[in-house]
């Protein structure tokens, strides 16, 4: 989840805690007061219609009291000594047209000699109606605010954590093959500037590891090639001397081992080139003649070991590789369909729009397919093999953004491999 | 035919020596720059092998001094680095091969072999083997004067063979010989071993000899006996 949503539901959470309270707090005030009022006015009301009782014959003829109230005089004989009472009650509005809330007060009194019972009932409705429309503003100050907080946020968020998102930006495109220093603007945050200053200073120095590493590597795989060469070629000159049998053999091996060397070497010298993009530059391969082309180099291989080999082309694709890569690709994958193909065999290859398909007979592999394109991880025990073809395959897909699948089913007991490359590219 | 080698490497320097001498060669080893462009400037060689690298100098400008002087010599050049620039540029400005280190004995045997067969360019040119005899021009071969055919590989095996005749040449040799790169598999060498036997039944169908012999585990031996 994103940094801002994080806080914003937080800003939410206590926006609405706080506001539920609030207006809670505010309603129960608010009902209070109103509630206070409204009883005064009736106790008002009722020494007002006492004082009016007492001092005119008419009642009639006031307007002193509010138009709405209902007022109710009975007369009785005898003192009911009843004090003041009020109660919440309904009754029908005659201008309403509907049962609505009152509010009665109930009092006893003498007036001129005689005993009464009165009631005044005053109408609640625009005490709710009040309630009601103070709850409204509350709801919509609320909603307000929380609208303008989100975006204020927002925009804050995008001002104040531009630099963040401009490091990770850059972190992000960063490939320590092709350093680009960082390029962070200066920030008002002193803690974006140290981590801006922190960053920099640990790609300064790991791109300069780095580069030690590679010119260190570059000048071992260098350095190997002369004394290989000095016992390989020594090993050839004994093989040509009078050596008995035994003799024979043990320089063999110190050949057969130079020879393995050199060509793990060369294996590793093309991986670490492919990663630090010494391939850089690309050609339009048509890939349908490229691979018929390599094809027939391995016609004589797939002749030996009586391979089956069917190919379709659905499509004619150019791709836009380095030539060399293109050949290392290729070849890697054809030679490793043969290599573990079994005798009699058959190899399919289906070539698309945006996918190649090699399909081959063969052994299960005997490590799992995801180590299968990790270094030094063979599948067989081949003493020719370095391990290292499918580490090659791999880093030139990943160089190329291609996808590659590998499965092995067991019933059918044969090899899929398939690359997926982007037809825009 | 004399051939001038320009190596620093004095181990590896002795080892070539050694080789191309008992191939019949004539062979001078100098071990760097300055040597080896007075001995370019003196005298004409048939074929130049030429170290890169060298204390004094670059084996490139070496190159280049030879074609200044439009020397005739037959160039190849041995590379620590098998850098395709390097390799680009020696073949520009006129090197005949590039030969990266390390490599087998054999195989710079028999490319300066066919570079020195080229330079010396002649139809009439061919190469004898007892009744075997080889045009390496048209590619034909012929056993007591009768022609026989062999595919590109058989021929080339051959070739390599009698290039390297009396030698000790190992299956790795011949099977990169054949295939380069693409020998990088596990049955390359039944696969040498399916080309030697038809090469030896077409030479042999002609009334020749076998002159392949076997030495277990390591390779072949074509012996002029």
Same mark, same amino acid.
């Given at each position: 989840?994103?940094?801002?949503?994080?806080?914003?539901?937080? @800003?939410?959470?206590?926006?609405?805690?706080?506001?539920?309270?609030?207006?809670?707090?505010?309603?129960?005030?608010?009902?209070?007061?109103?509630?206070?009022?409204?009883?005064?006015?009736?106790?008002?009301?009722?020494?007002?219609?006492?004082?009016?009782?007492?001092?005119?014959?008419?009642?009639?003829?006031?307007?002193?009291?509010?138009?709405?109230?209902?007022?109710?005089?009975?007369?009785?004989?005898?003192?009911?000594?009843?004090?003041?009472?009020?109660?919440?009650?309904?009754?029908?509005?005659? @201008?309403?047209?509907?049962?609505?809330?009152?509010?009665?007060?109930?009092?006893?009194?003498?007036?001129?000699? #005689?005993?009464?019972?009165?009631?005044?009932?005053?109408?609640?409705?625009?005490?709710?109606?009040?309630?009601?429309?103070?709850?409204?503003?509350?709801?919509?100050?609320?909603?307000?605010?929380?609208?303008?907080?989100?975006?204020?946020?927002?925009?804050?968020?995008? #001002?104040?954590?531009?630099?963040?998102?401009?490091?990770?930006?850059?972190?992000? !495109?960063?490939?320590?093959?092709?350093?680009? &220093?960082?390029?962070?603007?200066?920030?008002?945050?002193?803690?974006?500037?140290?981590?801006?200053?922190?960053?920099?200073?640990?790609?300064?120095?790991?791109?300069?590891?780095?580069?030690?590493? !590679?010119? @260190?590597?570059?000048?071992?795989?260098?350095?190997?090639?002369?004394?290989?060469?000095?016992?390989?070629? #020594?090993?050839?000159?004994?093989?040509?001397?009078?050596?008995?049998?035994?003799?024979?053999?043990?320089?063999?091996?110190?050949?057969?081992?130079?020879? !393995?060397?050199?060509?793990?070497?060369?294996?590793?010298?093309?991986?670490?080139?492919?990663?630090?993009?010494?391939?850089?530059?690309?050609?339009?391969?048509?890939?349908?003649?490229?691979?018929?082309?390599?094809?027939?180099?391995?016609?004589?291989?797939?002749?030996?070991?009586?391979?089956?080999?069917?190919?379709?082309?659905?499509?004619?694709?150019?791709?836009?590789?380095?030539?060399?890569?293109? @050949?290392?690709?290729?070849?890697?994958?054809?030679?490793?369909?043969?290599?573990?193909?079994?005798?009699?065999?058959?190899?399919?290859?289906?070539?698309?729009?945006?996918?190649?398909?090699? !399909?081959?007979?063969?052994?299960? &592999?005997?490590?799992?397919?995801?180590?299968?394109?990790?270094?030094?991880?063979?599948?067989?025990?081949?003493?020719?093999?370095?391990?290292?073809?499918?580490?090659?395959? #791999?880093?030139?897909?990943?160089?190329?953004?291609?996808?590659?699948?590998?499965?092995?089913?067991?019933?059918?007991?044969?090899?899929?491999?398939?690359?997926?490359?982007?037809?825009?590219? | 035919?004399?051939?001038?080698?320009?190596?620093?490497?004095?181990?590896?320097?002795?080892?070539?020596?050694?080789?191309?001498?008992?191939?019949?060669?004539?062979?001078?080893?100098?071990?760097?720059?300055? /040597?080896?462009?007075?001995?370019?400037?003196?005298?004409?060689?048939?074929?130049?092998?030429?170290?890169?690298?060298?204390?004094?100098?670059?084996?490139?400008?070496?190159?280049?001094?030879?074609?200044?002087?439009?020397?005739?010599?037959?160039?190849?050049?041995?590379?620590?680095?098998?850098?395709?620039?390097?390799?680009?540029?020696?073949?520009?400005?006129?090197?005949?091969?590039?030969?990266?280190?390390?490599?087998?004995?054999?195989?710079?045997?028999?490319?300066?072999?066919?570079?020195?067969?080229?330079?010396?360019?002649?139809? /009439?040119?061919?190469?004898?083997?007892?009744?075997?005899?080889?045009?390496?021009?048209?590619?034909?071969?012929?056993?007591?004067?009768?022609?026989?055919?062999?595919?590109?590989?058989?021929?080339?095996?051959?070739?390599?063979?009698?290039?390297?005749?009396?030698?000790?040449?190992?299956?790795?040799?011949?099977?990169?010989?054949?295939?380069?790169?693409?020998?990088?598999?596990?049955?390359?060498?039944?696969?040498?071993?399916?080309?030697?036997?038809?090469?030896?039944?077409?030479?042999?169908?002609?009334?020749?000899?076998?002159?392949?012999?076997?030495?277990?585990?390591?390779?072949?031996?074509?012996?002029?006996?």
């Amino acid at each position: 989840m994103k940094l801002l949503d994080i806080a914003n539901r937080y @800003y939410l959470v206590v926006l609405i805690l706080v506001f539920s309270i609030g207006s809670l707090a505010a309603y129960s005030v608010l009902k209070g007061i109103i509630n206070h009022e409204f009883n005064e006015k009736l106790f008002a009301e009722k020494e007002q219609l006492i004082f009016e009782l007492n001092n005119y014959e008419n009642l009639q003829k006031t307007y002193y009291l509010n138009i709405g109230d209902v007022i109710d005089i009975r007369e009785v004989e005898t003192n009911p000594m009843v004090s003041s009472l009020l109660i919440d009650t309904t009754m029908y509005d005659q @201008y309403e047209k509907k049962e609505l809330p009152f509010r009665q007060l109930t009092f006893s009194e003498e007036i001129k000699g #005689k005993y009464y019972v009165i009631t005044i009932s005053k109408s609640l409705l625009p005490n709710l109606d009040l309630i009601q429309g103070v709850s409204e503003i509350m709801i919509g100050i609320a909603l307000l605010l929380m609208v303008s907080l989100g975006f204020l946020n927002r925009w804050i968020f995008k #001002k104040l954590w531009k630099p963040f998102y401009q490091i990770i930006d850059q972190l992000q !495109r960063f490939k320590i093959s092709q350093p680009i &220093p960082l390029d962070i603007e200066p920030s008002d945050v002193d803690e974006f500037n140290k981590l801006s200053a922190v960053l920099d200073e640990m790609i300064t120095k790991n791109i300069k590891d780095y580069k030690t590493l !590679r010119e @260190y590597t570059d000048n071992t795989s260098h350095e190997i090639q002369t004394p290989l060469a000095i016992i390989k070629n #020594k090993a050839e000159i004994l093989m040509q001397e009078d050596l008995t049998e035994s003799q024979m053999m043990e320089v063999s091996k110190i050949y057969e081992a130079s020879t !393995r060397l050199a060509r793990l070497k060369e294996g590793l010298s093309l991986l670490s080139k492919i990663e630090n993009n010494q391939y850089i530059a690309s050609e339009a391969i048509n890939l349908k003649q490229y691979l018929e082309k390599r094809l027939e180099s391995f016609e004589e291989l797939i002749e030996l070991k009586q391979i089956t080999l069917t190919t379709t082309f659905h499509s004619e694709p150019t791709v836009h590789w380095h030539n060399d890569l293109a @050949y290392m690709l290729i070849t890697n994958l054809l030679s490793n369909a043969i290599k573990h193909n079994i005798q009699e065999g058959y190899i399919l290859i289906i070539l698309n729009q945006n996918s190649l398909l090699i !399909r081959n007979s063969g052994k299960e &592999p005997l490590i799992s397919t995801d180590q299968l394109f990790e270094r030094f991880k063979r599948s067989s025990n081949l003493r020719e093999s370095t391990g290292l073809g499918l580490s090659i395959v #791999k880093r030139i897909t990943t160089q190329y953004n291609m996808k590659i699948d590998y499965q092995y089913s067991q019933d059918k007991k044969e090899h899929t491999i398939e690359l997926n490359w982007d037809h825009s590219e | 035919m004399n051939i001038l080698l320009v190596e620093d490497e004095k181990s590896l320097g002795e080892s070539i020596l050694n080789y191309l001498e008992k191939s019949g060669y004539h062979c001078e080893w100098v071990e760097n720059f300055t /040597q080896g462009s007075e001995k370019t400037w003196a005298y004409e060689y048939d074929c130049v092998v030429v170290d890169i690298t060298l204390p004094d100098g670059n084996g490139l400008d070496l190159i280049e001094g030879l074609k200044k002087i439009k020397s005739k010599s037959g160039i190849i050049i041995i590379s620590a680095k098998n850098a395709i620039e390097d390799r680009i540029r020696g073949l520009d400005i006129g090197a005949d091969d590039y030969i990266t280190k390390p490599f087998d004995l054999s195989e710079l045997n028999a490319r300066i072999k066919a570079i020195i067969r080229r330079r010396n360019f002649d139809a /009439q040119n061919e190469i004898v083997f007892n009744e075997i005899r080889v045009s390496p021009y048209d590619r034909t071969v012929s056993v007591n004067d009768q022609s026989i055919s062999l595919t590109r590989k058989e021929f080339d095996l051959l070739i390599f063979f009698i290039s390297n005749q009396n030698r000790v040449v190992t299956k790795e040799s011949i099977a990169e010989h054949l295939w380069g790169d693409n020998m990088d598999m596990a049955d390359s060498y039944d696969f040498i071993y399916s080309h030697l036997k038809n090469l030896r039944k077409k030479i042999q169908e002609k009334g020749g000899n076998d002159y392949v012999e076997t030495v277990y585990g390591i390779g072949y031996k074509f012996t002029k006996t």
